[in-house]
């Protein structure tokens, strides 16, 4: 082995892991793409109740408590975006941040325990719940994407959603795989 | 077959059927065609709502790209059954979901760029596509296609509704025009009717029936005054039909009577002719037989006279001259009688020709001067100035004068017998006035009465004591008035007597006009084959006589003769003819024969051609001055004629004057005496 | 003496009538009707012929046509006798080529005088 195929071999060995690093990003952020755009969707097909914005123009406010598995992707995703007049403001907030100004909430998976917390402090609230823990839907959280053969798929809680005062339309009911579970943990399928 | 001659029936009904078609045509059709134009816009319409609404349907799907939700919702298209095919395109055009049922194969691609939303039609089919959008933004594009069946139908339907309709209609047109074209044909094929009916049977009497009050009844009634004028026009043409075949019947009779006369009057005709010839043949044996015997009565007393005379024998001289008088007589007597009866019979005839009456009246002063001296009378001649010759029968006028002088001398006994002649006008026409004067016994009124009658002289005495035939007077009496002159006495007893005798300057014979109205050419031999014009000569003289003589020797010289008694027609003839030598006589009835001679050399056409003037009067400087080639005097020296007329044939011309050295008559006159009116 | 040639069909008057022209001084030959006369003409050679018109056969006009047409006779004049004294006589006479003419009965004075005038002209031409 000559010094040369050496180094052609390293490099592409490199070339190899970069591209398997960035295709396992890129299949990573196209997941995140795919979900940031689930997220505007929603927007589009969830009805907040009117004193939920203080003016018509009022931006959507996503909160990102928890990790934060979109990073820029959501921002370019959302950027310049309306959804009934409403801009996109999206804010990453310490979990013990006020939540309350958000009409999204998106709850990264790292909270773990705190999940529950976030669930009951939201509840009620014309908040949209939305997060990729599983059993997220049956604990009280509005909308789960979950992960199905690849494909991203999502758990909508309709109770919640009743709770949350937030109309959720049927359209979207229909795509996704409807949850009845009021807060006191009555299931209903 | 031609349009125009179809049945007004047929005509009718076509009208009504075409229009009525075209109006149910029309109208039906734009019906029809409006219905289905909005039909389709009303499917158009409904499909674009349903894609609106599937599109509506499916945009949460589009959007979360869930593609077995986007084809259940497609499914839904089932219902309608005209929809082949639905296809949703994700923004890129790629198909994301579909519905087609049955086994056909889903469309092809759309362009996203030519048809975002829209709709057309192709291919049988019609499609809409809808944008499908999800709170305003674009997730894709819905493709619905139909077959516009419920359309496609409905035309059918329409089209069959409509070609029944149509049928029927028409049929209910056809019965409704066949009923109603009555209404015009049916005058129109009465009056038809009733005009072949009165042409067939000429009956002017019917009448067409008339109830219309419109354009047709009008022309009924047209039609009927027409026949009514027709038919009265009919009865009045069979009166006068009628009235024709009377008249001509009376005619035919009529015909038949006049044919019957005129055969009747033919036979009396011929019978009256024989009758004359008769008489002319008798008469001319008569003369002939009469005078022969005579002749050698007389011939041989004269010549015994003679022969005696020589031998000395007086006595027997004596003896002869009585034989010769009493001859003589005889002659003379034989002579009146045979002239008698000649004028009885109608056979006297006129020989007119023109003469100079001085020397006549001298010649039967010199014959008659034995008798005058007889009886110891002397006779003085008086002939006007004026007097020159006229146009009469010169025997007659002689044999009257003779009578008249002879009787003058017979009846005066040492006395004057005066002649006088002179030309006077009267009754707007010239004549020459004879006058015989003497101073002899006279005559009673009674003798008078007789005078003129035959076989009366004034008494049988005076035939035994004068002499005389009694016939004479009368025989002059004839004569003068055939020439349409007559003659008047006048006397007293012991005194003497006047006889005048008036005859026309020119006497025109009876039959004719005037002379001038003989104009009619009268070729003496047809013209010889091959005569040019320079052969032809024409002849202008009124005396029918000296044309006759003319065209008959110059025939001789191998001549084409002109013949024409008149001037104007002679200068009509020399312009058409050309002859190459004309021959003019001055004397001529309607024109001066000057003045035709003028007229022929101041013609450029006819100055050349040679003009030979002829006539009884001597005045050849004036005749060469006006032009005249020569200049001869009547009666002709044909010879010279002749000979003048070879040199123009020959083509020289000859001014030289030619003279007639005979019959010079003795007065030269400066000027043209006039002689006629 | 001068020769005459009458030609008369007449007896009664060729009779006189010669016998008054030989008496005048002038002989006489007579032919009896036109044919006589042609050949008389010819073989007497007359100084004169007086033609009786009223011949039989040929008439007088006929003869005179012959004679003036003949040179041999054509010089010898002629007086032709008629009975008629018609202008168209007259004009036919002097056409036919005859020189004078008179009428019957024949008046002997005025005959001679006649014959006398064309024997004189005959001898001066």
């Keep these: 082995m000559t010094v040369r195929r050496l ?29 940031a755009g689930y997220i505007y969707n929603f927007a589009k097909l969830v009805e907040w109740p009117a004193t939920a914005f203080a003016q018509p123009d009022s931006p959507i406010v996503i909160g990102i408590v928890g990790n934060d598995p979109f990073g820029p992707i959501i921002d370019k995703v959302l950027e310049g975006k309306k959804v009934n007049g409403h801009p996109f403001l999206i804010k990453r907030l310490k979990p013990t941040a006020d939540v309350k100004e958000c009409q999204i909430l998106f709850i990264g998976s790292s909270l773990g325990s705190h999940v529950a917390d976030t669930i009951r402090l939201t509840r009620g609230t014309p908040i949209l719940t939305i997060s990729e823990i599983p059993g997220f839907a049956d604990r009280g959280g509005i909308i789960n994407l979950t992960l199905e053969q690849n494909k991203v798929r999502f758990e909508v809680n309709v109770d919640a959603a009743k709770e949350a005062d937030l109309n959720i339309s049927s359209r979207l009911l229909v795509l996704a795989k409807v949850i009845q579970q009021s807060g006191d943990g009555r299931k209903t399928e | ?75 839904a298209l089932k219902a309608k059954e005209d929809i082949v095919a639905a296809v949703l395109y994700t923004p890129d055009g790629k198909i994301f979901a579909q519905y087609v049922p049955g086994d056909k194969a889903a469309p092809a691609v759309v362009p996203p760029k030519l048809y975002r939303t829209g709709y057309r039609f192709e291919g049988g089919y019609f499609d809409v596509l809808h944008d499908v959008t999800l709170n305003g933004e674009h997730v894709g594009t819905l493709l619905l296609r139909s077959d516009m069946r419920e359309w496609s139908r409905r035309a059918k339907r329409y089209a069959l509704i409509f070609f029944i309709f149509v049928f029927a209609s028409g049929l209910f047109a056809l019965l409704l025009s066949s009923k109603l074209q009555r209404m015009i044909s049916r005058p129109i094929l009465q009056l038809e009717d009733t005009i072949r009916i009165v042409s067939a049977n000429k009956n002017y009497e019917i009448r067409a029936e008339n109830t219309y009050g419109d354009e047709i009844g009008r022309l009924m009634d047209g039609f009927n005054n027409m026949l009514a004028e ?74 015994l006279e003679e022969e005696t005379r020589e031998s000395g024998n007086t006595e027997a001289i004596q003896d002869l001259q009585k034989i010769q008088t009493a001859g003589k007589h005889l002659l003379s007597l034989i002579n009146d009688v045979l002239d008698l009866s000649k004028i009885e019979a109608g056979k006297m005839t006129l020989h007119l020709e023109i003469f100079d009456v001085p020397p006549m009246i001298r010649q039967i002063v010199t014959t008659l001067e034995p008798a005058a001296t007889k009886n110891s009378n002397v006779i003085n001649v008086r002939v006007a100035e004026g007097v020159d010759s006229m146009r009469a029968d010169i025997t007659k006028v002689r044999q009257i004068l003779v009578n008249l002088v002879s009787n003058a001398c017979k009846f005066t006994d040492s006395g004057t017998i005066s002649v006088n002649v002179e030309p006077i006008t009267a009754e707007g026409q010239d004549w020459i006035r004879f006058e015989v004067c003497d101073t002899g016994i006279g005559i009673t009124p009674k003798q008078r009465k007789q005078l003129f009658q035959e076989f009366a002289q004034a008494d049988t005495s005076i035939s035994r004591k004068y002499g005389g035939t009694g016939l004479g007077l009368a025989i002059s009496h004839r004569f003068a008035q055939m020439m349409n002159g007559h003659i008047d006495v006048e006397s007293e007893p012991g005194k003497g007597s006047t006889f005048t005798v008036l005859l026309p300057v020119e006497v025109k014979s009876e039959g004719q006009e005037s002379p001038s109205s003989e104009t009619t050419l009268e070729p003496a031999k047809p013209p010889r084959p091959g005569a040019s014009n320079q052969d032809t000569i024409l002849v202008i003289d009124d005396d029918a006589t000296c044309r006759d003589l003319m065209s008959r020797s110059l025939n001789k010289l191998g001549l084409n003769v002109i013949l024409t008694g008149s001037g104007e027609e002679g200068i009509e003839l020399a312009r058409r003819m050309r002859p190459f030598a004309i021959t003019l006589d001055v004397l001529l009835p309607d024109r001066d024969g000057w003045s035709v001679l003028h007229e022929l050399k ?57 003279r007639n050295s005979s019959n010079r008559t003795a007065e030269k006159r400066e000027e043209l005496a006039p002689t006629k009116a | 003496m001068p020769k005459i040639l009458l030609v008369e069909d007449n007896e009664m008057n060729r009779d006189m009538l010669s016998r008054r022209l030989q008496r005048k001084g002038y002989a006489v030959v007579m032919a009896q009707d036109g044919e006589q006369g042609l050949e008389f003409a010819r073989s007497e050679s007359p100084d004169l012929i007086l033609m009786d018109i009223s011949l039989p056969k040929m008439d007088g006009w006929q003869v005179t046509r012959f004679l003036k047409s003949n040179p041999e006779t054509k010089g010898i004049p002629v007086i032709a006798l008629t009975a008629h004294a018609l202008s168209t006589d007259r004009q036919k006479a002097f056409e036919i080529g005859c020189d004078d003419y008179d009428t019957k009965p024949v008046e002997f004075g005025r005959l001679s005088e006649k014959i006398e005038h064309l024997l004189v002209e005959k001898s001066v031409s």
């Design chain 1, 7 to 35: 180094i052609i071999f390293i490099v592409m060995m490199m070339l190899g892991q970069a591209s398997y690093a960035w295709a396992q990003d890129s299949e990573a952020s196209s997941e995140y793409l795919i979900k």
């Design chain 2, 230 to 303: 027709i038919q009265q026009r009919d009865t009045a043409l069979l009166n006068a039909n009628d009235q024709l075949h009377a008249r001509t019947e009376e005619l035919e009779r009529e015909v038949a009577q006049r044919q019957q006369a005129q055969e009747e009057l033919l036979k009396a005709k011929h019978a009256a002719e024989e009758a004359s010839r008769a008489k002319s043949a008798f008469l001319a044996n008569m003369s002939h037989e009469l005078r022969t015997p005579l002749n050698a009565i007389i011939g041989y007393s004269e010549m």
């Design chain 2, 602 to 658: 101041t013609d450029p056409e006819l100055s050349s051609i040679p003009v030979i003037m002829l006539t009884i009067i001597d005045n050849e400087s004036l005749a060469l001055s006006m032009g005249a080639s020569n200049y001869l005097v009547k009666p002709l020296d044909r010879e010279r004629l002749a000979v003048l007329i070879e040199k123009y044939r020959a083509g020289r011309s000859s001014k030289s004057p030619n």
């Design chain 2, 1 to 75: 077959m031609k349009l125009q001659n179809l049945s007004i029936k047929r005509k009718l009904m076509l009208i009504t059927m075409l229009t009525s078609s075209v109006a149910l045509l029309l109208s039906s059709a734009s019906f029809l065609i409006y219905d289905l134009i909005s039909f389709r816009h009303l499917l158009t319409q409904d499909l674009e709502t349903q894609a609106q609404i599937i599109g509506y349907n499916s945009a949460a799907a589009m959007a979360f790209k869930d593609e077995p939700v986007a084809t259940a919702t497609l499914a």
